[in-house]
Structure formats: C-alpha cells, structure tokens
C-alpha cells in the first residue's frame, strides 16, 4: 500500500483553517494518509478490520460493505486532493502532542456520514521516501538543467557575437538582447530564492 503511494502526488489542501500537503490511496480492503505541514509529517494507515469498526462507532445509522465504505472516502478525499473539493463535505482537524486527527463530515445515501483520520506521526524512513529523497531528486535534475541551460544561453551568445563580427545586424532593434551573464544570474536568483 505504501508503494502504491509513492505513486500519488503531493496536493495542497485546507483542512479547517490549516494548510497542509497532502497525498492518499484508497484500496478496497484499505488506505493510506499523508499529510505534512512541512515542519511535521503524519499519516494513518488503516486495514478493512479497522474501518469497518471505526465505521460501525462514528456512522451507526448506516450498513454498508467495508468495500463500499473506503470507496465513498475516496470519492470525498480524490476530488479535494485534486484541488476540487466537493462543497457538501467538510474537514476540520485538531492537532495534539501524539498526531493529528482529521475530522470528516458529509453524507451518504441521504444519511450524515462521518470520519475521523487518526494520524501519528510518519517514521522517519516513510518522510524520507516520500518527501525528503523526492525533493533531493527533483533539485539535482532542476540544477542539471540549469547548467544545460546556461551552457546553451552562452553558446548562443557566441553565435550571436559571431554574426555581429560578420556584419549581420538586427532589422529590429527591439530584439536585441544582453549577452548572459551566469555570475549576475546566479547572485538575482540566491537574492530571490532567499526573499521567499
């Protein structure tokens, strides 16, 4: 299950009046939470057994398959994981010393249905799989392509400087560009990264 998470996006969410990352999977027989506030990572991980007495003690008007169960949260977690939250369902959660709890209101079948997420926080081999080694990769193949990019813009300049040399000129002046400079580029960029 875990593995089929790390296939999942991360999603910005808002759970109550708090902004958190977020990422799910929801099988037939059980499902997994992420969810991290970038200072901490919580998650729940949670079996048919454990669903489907979670569901007898918080949804005690409604009878359905544990099956039928997951996939209703999926439909209300998927779409606001997706960044479109369905109007009629409603999230609050509540932070303490041992975890995070997301609470879930909506319907089902006409009848109120709710869920409690109960999340403790993620081991620090599951933050480093599905956070801290994704984030390393991804800016090591951005500072590839940064230098891949910088090594084209001052090839071009050369080019540019060549056809100059040759007596070619620009039949519009608004064209005309700066050669790169990849010192000034380099210092604009840490000033803006270190603004944010």
Not at 16 to 44: M, N, P, Q, T
Not at 64 to 74: E, K, N
Not at 128 to 156: D, G, N
Request: net charge negative; charged share 20%; glycine share 4%.
């Amino acid at each position: 299950l875990e593995n089929s998470l790390l296939t999942q996006p991360w999603a910005s969410v808002c759970f109550g009046e708090s902004l958190f990352l977020a990422k799910a999977c929801f099988r037939d027989s059980d499902y997994i939470l992420l969810i991290s506030d970038l200072s901490s990572v919580w998650y729940e991980s949670a079996d048919a057994e454990a669903v489907g007495q979670r569901s007898k003690e918080l949804n005690k008007r409604l009878t359905v398959r544990v099956s039928s169960f997951l996939h209703h949260l999926s439909n209300l977690m998927c779409p606001l994981l997706a960044g479109q939250p369905d109007a009629t369902t409603t999230f609050s959660c509540h932070r303490a010393a041992g975890g995070l709890s997301l609470h879930l209101k909506s319907e089902l079948s006409g009848l109120p249905f709710y869920w409690d997420f109960h999340c403790c926080p993620a081991p620090v081999e599951m933050v480093s799989r599905h956070l801290v080694q994704p984030l390393i990769r991804m800016s090591l193949v951005l500072q590839r392509q940064v230098q891949e990019l910088t090594s084209l813009l001052l090839q071009k300049d050369a080019e540019i400087e060549e056809y100059r040399d040759s007596g070619a000129a620009l039949s519009r002046d608004r064209l005309r560009t700066e050669p790169f400079r990849e010192e000034t580029f380099q210092q604009n960029f840490m000033a803006e990264v270190r603004s944010c």
